[in-house]
């Protein structure tokens, strides 16, 4: 979806070689370990770094609860209630209004997937595990998405082994040799948010122009 598409870029051929069982069973609980630290969340927040090639690097917020969610990156923002996805580009003074699908899988299209990853929308294998520079190590699960998508080809996350959380998620895409970075600096869980936390509000940019597709 190019909206969603926009949002990680703009900001922000399956699984060949069968990995062998144990890495599976590695994944699996990897991914349930960090699908039970999420769940009683009720709403997160997350400040995050995004590293693109031929674009630099951007700091970004993302703000979810449950399908619902907000981004915030450079002079873009977007907006999903549920239902409608309102993006608006600060540089045009324009915001374009469409459905979006709140099962829909694609992270790119639906950042509120980003970390509520559904195993079953997956491949999945274990990596070995990387060292940070501070000593540590993180924990690598590889997902390749079980419908193929032209967006992205696999996505990486590289899990805190103390909070069975992403630190750092890495997402491969055809249109570029190097995959994009994001390295999540600040999570915070069950931040007050409301209706208007997701939805765009026009009287906020005056003469704002609207393209509509729903």
């Given amino acids: 979806m190019k909206t969603g598409k926009i949002l990680l870029f703009g900001l922000l ?3 060949g ?3 062998p069982a144990r ?8 991914l ?3 699908r039970n630290q999420m769940r009683p969340w009720t709403s997160y927040r997350v400040e995050f770094t995004a590293s693109i090639e031929g674009q630099g690097t951007t700091n970004g917020t993302l703000t979810v609860s449950g399908q619902r969610f907000a981004a915030r990156v450079g002079g873009q923002e977007l907006y999903f209630d549920g239902t409608t996805l309102w993006n ?8 374009t209004i469409e459905r979006l699908d709140p099962e829909q899988p694609n992270v790119l ?14 491949l999945h294998r274990s990596l070995p595990d990387v060292s940070t520079a501070g000593g ?14 032209q967006d992205y080809t696999t996505i990486t996350l590289y899990l805190d082994p103390k909070t069975a959380l992403p630190k750092r998620i890495s997402i491969a895409t055809p249109s570029s040799d190097k995959p994009m970075e994001m390295t999540l600096r600040k999570l915070q869980t ?5 209706e208007a936390t997701f939805r765009f509000d026009p009287k906020a940019h005056p003469g704002v122009e609207v393209i509509d597709f729903r």
């Fill in 88 to 95: 608006y580009l600060s540089q045009n003074n324009e915001v």
């Fill in 32 to 34: 349930d370990q960090m």
């Fill in 17 to 19: 070689v069968c990995a």
């Fill in 13 to 15: 051929s399956l699984w």
């Fill in 109 to 122: 299209s639906n950042p509120s997937r980003l970390l509520a990853v559904d195993p079953a929308d997956y």
């Fill in 23 to 30: 890495a599976d069973e590695q994944s699996a609980r990897l």
């Fill in 136 to 149: 540590g190590t993180l924990r690598v699960v590889e997902l390749t998405p079980k419908v193929q998508t």
């Fill in 190 to 194: 069950r931040v007050p948010v409301s």
